[in-house]
T-cell receptor, first 116, second 109 residues
Framework: GAVVSQHPSRVICKSGTSVKIECRSLDFQATTMFWYRQFPKKSLMLMATSNEGSKATYEQGVEKDKFLINHASLTLSTLTVTSAHPEDSSFYIC????????????FGPGTRLTVL | GENVEQHPSTLSVQEGDSAVIKCTYSDSASNYFPWYKQELGKGPQLIIDIRSNVGEKKDQRIAVTLNKTAKHFSLHITETQPEDSAVYFCARAGNMLTFGGGTRLMVKP
């Protein structure tokens, strides 16, 4: 149980375009979802926390107009990287927290974004 | 602060040996400590966790110990195998997960 999926697993886009990444909890309802960014050989950096039906809470230094987060249902959250630039290239990982999972976060497989 | 310090950053062991990774934290309100294993190009996978009401937890070759007084917790892997090679992250839970810097474990066959 507690499976989280992400789509796409890998995306390459041109500079200036927008990219949407989906995060789904497959077998539980995720009251809270988290979006992380990970640079090579580094730890996970929390970008934002989203609760179903409300606005996301962004960490300091993360541009909310740049990284749009929508958590429209208890099983789906999306991260849209708007007007992507090469410096946005990174590994993006979501995690989900459900009412039945206590404080255990389950992570998705990640999305590798490359902006040319 | 809420930082989690993790050591060592890299660890190389011979197959069959034990590996120990240690983490320290500063927030005394923390009461949940998960450990994640991340393989190259994949998301972190929860391998074991411990809550503040116990001092030790074991699951086959993996064990975690917690010393709340000293604010440190450790991951112990016995009889290491090449497939244990990965990056391991400790974390502590408060309002959110705070991760350690990671340990790259290499198990040499």
């Amino acid at each position: 149980g507690a499976v989280v999926s992400q789509h796409p697993s890998r995306v390459i886009c041109k500079s200036g375009t927008s990219v949407k990444i989906e995060c789904r909890s497959l077998d539980f309802q995720a009251t809270t979802m988290f979006w992380y960014r990970q640079f090579p050989k580094k730890s996970l950096m929390l970008m934002a926390t989203s609760n179903e039906g409300s606005k996301a809470t962004y960490e300091q230094g993360v541009e909310k107009d740049k990284f749009l987060i929508n958590h429209a249902s208890l099983t789906l959250s999306t991260l849209t990287v708007t007007s992507a630039h090469p410096e946005d290239s990174s590994f993006y990982i979501c995690s989900a927290l459900g009412a039945g999972t206590r404080d255990t976060q389950y992570f998705g497989p990640g999305t590798r974004l490359t902006v040319l | 602060g809420e930082n989690v310090e993790q050591h060592p950053s890299t660890l190389s062991v011979q197959e069959g040996d034990s590996a120990v990774i240690k983490c320290t934290y500063s927030d005394s309100a923390s009461n949940y400590f998960p450990w994640y294993k991340q393989e190259l190009g994949k998301g972190p996978q929860l391998i074991i966790d411990i809550r503040s009401n116990v001092g030790e937890k074991k699951d086959q070759r993996i064990a975690v110990t917690l010393n709340k007084t000293a604010k440190h917790f450790s991951l112990h892997i016995t009889e290491t195998q090449p497939e244990d090679s990965a990056v391991y992250f400790c974390a502590r839970a408060g309002n959110m997960l705070t991760f350690g810097g990671g340990t790259r474990l290499m198990v040499k066959p």
